[in-house]
T-cell receptor, first 113, second 118 residues
Framework: EAQVTQNPRYLITVTGKKLTVTCSQN?????MSWYRQDPGLGLRQIYY???????DKGDVPEGYKVSRKEKRNFPLILESPSPNQTSLYFC????????????FGPGTRLTVL | AQKITQTQPGMFVQEKEAVTLDCTYD???????LFWYKQPSSGEMIFLIY????DEQNATEGRYSLNFQKARKSANLVISASQLGDSAMYFC???????????????WGLGTSLAVNP
């Protein structure tokens, strides 16, 4: 089944404790992206990747890191999480340069205390 | 300025009736795409329908259709024969063409919460 998976689905952590949210897709998509969703602010892009070893900042990259060592995986790293990073995070992927839909993972609800 | 505007924070509709969710957009690109996604209370983001700026026909997918009025820059979602399972948040999103370069990010509206009454 074609899908984007994210882990964990739910995470409660404390300020400053490094964490990684994994994202994996099995559709051989070139493009992958991370968004965060906050009430009243909608979805905002954090980082994106055009292909292996090619990543770039989105609209709200501060406090986050990403890597793309393999085509299928695009982990999101929070080196020192803070309470303002409490949010719902989505990983998405798509194929080609055309106006294709973006496939979304199920989301990760992160709470930073 | 908001690039995607959804003016209806919340909507109610009676089961089996049709409902229109509004979306207006702003772009200077000639080539762009418009998307609608559904987000149920469980949180996942479900793709519903897509309209390209050069598509001459309005997009349709089952009970979903997109009323695309390019000159007015609107891309309203029409759901026919509403079902209880349609209760969810609905988001309109846009991917710009040349302005976006290689970044295929979606620009999102703030959503409309739809409640279907039995």
């Amino acid at each position: 089944e074609a899908q984007v998976t994210q882990n964990p689905r739910y995470l409660i952590t404390v300020t400053g404790k490094k964490l990684t949210v994994t994202c994996s897709q099995n559709m051989n998509h070139e493009y992958m992206s991370w968004y965060r969703q906050d009430p009243g602010l909608g979805l905002r892009q954090i980082y994106y990747s055009m292909n292996v070893e090619v990543t770039d900042k989105g609209d709200v990259p501060e406090g986050y890191k990403v890597s793309r060592k393999e085509k299928r995986n695009f982990p999101l790293i929070l080196e020192s999480p803070s309470p303002n990073q409490t949010s719902l995070y989505f990983c998405a992927s798509s194929v080609g340069l055309g106006p294709y839909e973006q496939f979304f993972g199920p989301g990760t609800r992160l709470t930073v205390l | 300025a908001q690039k995607i505007t959804q003016t209806q924070p919340g909507m109610f509709v009676q089961e089996k009736e049709a409902v229109t969710l509004d979306c207006t957009y702003d772009t200077s690109d000639q080539s762009y795409g418009l998307f609608w996604y559904k987000q149920p209370s469980s949180g996942e983001m479900i793709f519903l329908i897509y309209q390209g700026s050069y598509d001459e026909q309005n997009a349709t997918e089952g009970r979903y259709s997109l009323n695309f009025q390019k000159a007015r820059k609107s891309a309203n979602l029409v759901i026919s024969a509403s079902q209880l399972g349609d209760s969810a948040m609905y988001f309109c999103a846009m991917r710009e063409g040349f302005n976006a370069g290689n970044n295929r990010k979606l620009i999102w509206g703030l959503g409309t919460s739809l409640a279907v009454n039995p």
